[in-house]
């Protein structure tokens, strides 16, 4: 159900009047706090020539934006693998039928997404870096992906446990009439239909990751903002800098989100007749940090 | 064991925290003044409203937090010269509560919008059924269902509001847990794991009751259909 066709009828001549004048007024305010913000940022000198041309030249690229952007990519991609892997075998856990297992996988789980990444990403980052396991310099990098893994695992974990319980019980009474054991229904019949479900829930996940992976930038980690940052300071021009930077995660992950909605659309045929996990778990977790 | 708790006498780790749940709190009021509205903008009948409203959602969902509280102190702070205190360090954290609002608004605007779908149709055919136009049938028979519908989801967008406020860190308030944790451990590495266990039960501490009060409340407060 669509949220416009709850709240209005079709408009009729003077609703139409109506709406065509509220449109304007809605146009008005909307340019409005553009201009104040537009003339804001030019009485303090950040709309000149001198702020944006940096962005046409190739070495801000070379040296600057792809760097830090390949540096982010690489922590984002690291820490997908690692947090599905890290979500499966937990998710998994939670489900098991041997009690302390899914009691030592629920402390687990409860506990990881309770605590803020930051804060793992500080503590591995201190403590990889004075233990002396790690070389100094990669110490950010295994920190940023360490916290983003054992976070997002574990919200990837909920995920695979909502989407398994999720299932029509039939799913798992037919695994077990031909002969499964409960883990064996579990791996091969349940968790693979629960992952389809799921996919949706998870590429929103992933933006999540993505997006954290920004947080690098507390611990030193040279991910594209701290490389802007270094950029603005140089060049003078902090804020544009960080309105790019902000400009490329946003169109990043615009375009993952978009391919969520159209999957769980796509995917709906292969769902129906069930319970809308994946849609349920978007709502349950709007935070998504 | 008299080491880790000589710390306490020398670092206040409860003022540390109580900066997190202040930024928090009136994070939270703002985030929720602002998402209302951008969600009522969203349901509104009019376009360009509509649009303004996605728009928001879109770019401040998309965005890392870290980058506006970095903006924020790097940007609003020190180029653009925007103070919103007399005292410098109270600047930094009202700059931080607007970093934190603007960005979870956007949201609770998605929460509120997903307790607007548990609202059936026929309450909205009711309410124009009876006369009411747009405002006073969102504001008498949607809204109160739609928040009561939307308790889980705001619960959960407080929850990363109060874990996210460590965030604020890349906003220079350097009073907040996550900045204090880092001093801590810089200060006596060879307690880093006590220390780290200590913060992230502050924060288990903390977040489970909201996270059973939420759901406690929600199941109460749900509209029997």
């Not at chain 1, 390949?70 to 998710?91: D, E, M, R, Y």
């Not at chain 1, 940052?229 to 544009?240: A, D, F, H, K, S």
Request: proline content about 5%.
């Amino acid at each position: 159900m669509s949220a416009q066709q709850v709240l209005f009828d079709a408009p009729g001549p003077r609703a139409r009047r109506n709406i065509l004048i509220g449109n304007i007024v809605g146009v008005l305010i909307v340019l409005g706090i553009l201009a104040w913000i537009i003339a804001t940022l030019g009485e303090k000198g950040q709309l000149e020539a001198s702020m944006w041309t940096p962005f046409l030249e190739a070495r801000t690229w070379e040296f600057f934006i792809l760097p830090g952007l390949a540096n982010t990519l690489k922590a984002a991609a690291i820490a997908i693998v690692t947090s599905v892997v890290f979500g499966l075998i937990f998710g998994v856990g939670r489900l098991s039928h041997l009690t302390p297992v899914r009691w030592v996988a629920g402390v687990v789980v409860e506990f990881l997404r309770a605590v803020p990444v930051l804060l793992m990403m500080i503590f591995f980052w201190l403590a990889l870096g004075s233990s002396g396991a790690v070389p100094p310099q990669d110490a950010p990098f295994i920190a940023v992906v360490v916290a983003l893994t054992l976070y997002n695992g574990s919200v990837i974990a909920e995920l695979v446990r909502s989407g398994v319980q999720g299932l029509p019980t039939g799913q798992r009474e037919a695994g077990m009439a031909i002969g499964l054991t409960a883990g064996q229904s579990l791996r091969s019949i349940e968790v693979p239909q629960a992952l389809i479900a799921m996919l949706p829930a998870l590429i929103s996940q992933f933006v999540v990751i993505l997006k954290d992976s920004a947080l690098g930038f507390i611990i030193t980690y040279p991910e594209l903002l701290q490389y802007m940052r270094r950029l603005g300071v140089g060049e003078g021009n902090i804020i544009p800098s960080l309105m790019v930077a902000a400009a490329i995660f946003i169109i990043i992950n615009f375009g993952l989100s978009t391919l969520a909605t159209r999957l769980s659309v796509l995917l709906s045929f292969r769902t129906k007749g069930r319970k809308p996990a994946a849609e349920e778990a978007i709502a349950m977790d709007p935070a998504s940090t | 064991m008299e080491d880790y708790l000589s710390l306490f006498e020398t670092y206040d780790v409860l003022a540390a925290f109580w900066v997190n749940i202040q930024l928090s709190f009136w994070a939270a009021i703002c985030a929720l003044i602002i998402g209302t509205v951008l969600a009522l903008f969203r349901i509104s009948p009019i376009p360009s409203l509509q649009w303004f409203g996605a728009a928001y959602v879109n770019i401040f969902r998309n965005t890392p937090l870290t980058i506006i509280l970095a903006f924020g102190f790097l940007g609003l702070f020190s180029v653009m010269q925007i103070s919103l205190a007399a005292d410098l360090n109270a600047s930094l954290f009202r700059i931080a509560i607007v970093g934190l609002s603007v960005y979870h608004a956007a949201f609770v605007c998605e929460a509120i919008r997903s307790g607007v779908n548990t609202v059936p149709l026929g309450q909205a055919e009711a309410a124009r059924a009876i006369g009411l136009s747009f405002l006073p049938a969102a504001r008498l028979i949607i809204l109160p269902q739609a928040f009561r519908g939307a308790i889980a989801p705001l619960g959960n967008v407080l929850i990363a509001l109060i874990k996210n406020s460590t965030v604020a860190a890349a906003g220079s308030v350097a009073t907040e847990a996550s900045s204090l944790m880092k001093t801590m451990i810089e200060f006596r590495s060879d307690l880093v794991i006590p220390i780290f266990l200590t913060f992230a039960l502050g924060f288990v501490i903390l977040v489970i009751p909201i996270g059973l009060l939420t759901t406690w409340a929600s199941r109460k407060l749900a509209v029997a259909r």
